[in-house]
């Protein structure tokens, strides 16, 4: 079991930053490859960003790509979501998950392949 608790999210103006922060319970950190999500308002749920297990490979949306960086740090069972360039359309609820895949180096952008999910953290960007 793996516990997900997001941090970090805010009202920002556009073109503004923020970190988002997610920090998982559980000693096999490392083996799990992680995902950021969001859903906005009357729109469904959509991959944002994922990183492998290794922290070696990462993958990103294409409306977040450029802007967007992700990142982990397997000793303190903690990623992030750099968040730079912000517009008004970034602005949902921010999700964590957890998903155990294949290797090490596997990651997704499937929501299906995620085991595990935070309570989310709310962006707003305002214009």
């Known amino acids: 079991q793996v516990q997900l608790v997001e941090s970090g999210g805010g009202l920002v103006q556009a073109g503004g930053s923020l970190r988002l922060s997610c920090a998982a319970s559980g000693r096999t950190f490392s083996r799990y490859a992680m995902g950021w999500f969001r859903q906005a308002p009357g729109k469904e749920r959509e991959f944002v960003a994922t990183?492998?297990?290794?922290?070696?490979?990462?993958y990103y949306g294409g409306s977040v790509k450029g802007r967007f960086t992700m990142s982990r740090d397997n000793v303190k069972n903690t990623v992030y979501l750099q968040m730079n360039s912000l517009k008004p359309e970034d602005t949902a609820v921010y999700y964590c998950?957890?998903?155990?895949?294949?290797?090490?180096?596997?990651?997704?952008?499937?929501?299906?392949?995620?085991?595990?999910w935070g309570q989310g953290t709310q962006v707003t960007v305002s214009s």
């Open positions: 990183i492998s297990g290794s922290g070696d490979n990462t």
């Open positions: 998950a957890a998903a155990r895949l294949a290797t090490a180096q596997t990651l997704s952008s499937i929501q299906g392949n995620y085991d595990f």
